[in-house]
């Protein structure tokens, strides 16, 4: 293998591949297992189904709580499970205070409450190296109904998506960077606000699509939608087509993105949820999200091969971005 430097954010989804390949998963127990694409882990226990999944936060430390019972329990749900434990790693860098911990400590305990989610451990140290918190979680789901995740999706399946990208972006570009973006105080505030209105988790829409026949669901993240959409069609084995114009953006985010060199398919882009289905269902999960007061459109179909994207009546490939877009913004503008 190439000794290459890699950059920051995720892994290139190749090496992924490699590299989970050399895995064995040989544990009848073991009933979705670690594969590119797929949210979280699950497991027979018993009689019991259990889903685990790992994520941690490294881009920020404000409304750190929130966010990682959020992405945590949003990647359970995207399972067809419902979220239920956590453990909480923290590194704090040296000079944290005694109050910055009970703050931080009040904070997962609020987060978890608003999730239904139990607390219950973890670790917590003060470490040298760091210029920040990082906060890793450990959630734990139950399963009740069928294991849905990434691979389930089938050739002409619809492809809906809630809400509206780069809703995660959006927002850290508010709380990171304010000065560099002349925004009014009131639209920056919103910006700011957009983890919480309309937020972040994608729980909710989860349930309603899973309940309703949802084939696949995947929550897109670092890499924005365009890499969701490339890793669920790696995890089914099909292909994707959707139309640009389908694809709800922000409106903040349509003005202001461009204007910094920030594609929106490529800006991390949590709180959306990718959901598949067929056909038939796609117009009842749409209306029954927008009963719940979430947005969604329906924005292109699984196909047999192939990620292509059409727009302005051409098709095109679908946008492919070696790292998160947002991360590359900010380490070109740090340095």
Not at 136 to 152: E, N, T
Not at 255 to 269: F, W
Not at 270 to 282: N, R
Request: hydrophobic share 45%.
């Amino acid at each position: 293998m190439a000794d290459t430097v890699l950059p920051l954010g995720k892994l290139p989804v190749e090496l992924l591949e490699t590299l989970l390949k050399g895995i064995a998963a040989h544990d009848p127990n073991l009933l979705v297992g670690p594969k590119v694409g797929e949210d979280a882990a699950v497991v027979r226990v018993g009689d019991s189904r259990l889903i685990f999944k790992t994520d941690p936060i490294t881009f920020l430390s404000e409304d750190l709580a929130w966010y990682l019972v959020t992405v945590n329990a949003n990647d359970i749900a995207c399972m067809g499970g419902t979220p239920r434990y956590l453990l909480v790693t923290v590194l704090l860098p040296q000079g944290t205070t005694e109050k910055a911990v009970a703050d931080l400590f009040g904070d997962l305990q609020k987060a978890s409450a608003a999730m239904d989610v139990t607390l219950i451990g973890g670790h917590t140290e003060i470490t040298y190296g760091i210029d920040r918190p990082i906060a890793i979680g450990f959630m734990i789901g139950g399963l009740d109904g069928p294991v849905i995740g990434a691979s389930g999706a089938k050739p002409g399946d619809a492809i809906l998506l809630s809400k509206a990208i780069p809703l995660e972006a959006t927002s850290i570009l508010a709380r990171q960077m304010p000065e560099r973006l002349g925004l009014e105080q009131d639209v920056l505030r919103q910006a700011r606000d957009l983890i919480f209105t309309p937020g972040i988790s994608v729980v909710k829409e989860a349930k309603i699509a899973a309940a309703m026949g949802a084939t696949a669901m995947h929550d897109p993240t670092e890499g924005g939608l365009a890499t969701g959409l490339s890793e669920l069609a790696l995890a089914s084995g099909c292909g994707v087509e959707v139309e640009a114009s389908k694809i709800p953006v922000l409106p903040i985010a349509a003005s202001l993105l461009p204007s910094l060199g920030i594609d929106p398919l490529g800006a991390i882009a949590s709180g959306t949820l990718i959901a598949c289905c067929p056909p038939e269902k796609a117009a009842p999960i749409l209306k029954a999200w927008r009963d719940a007061g979430i947005g969604g459109e329906l924005i292109g179909r699984m196909t047999s091969g192939g990620l292509r994207m059409l727009k302005d009546g051409a098709a095109m490939p679908l946008p492919r971005f070696e790292r998160d877009e947002l991360a590359r913004f900010m380490e070109e503008k740090a340095g």
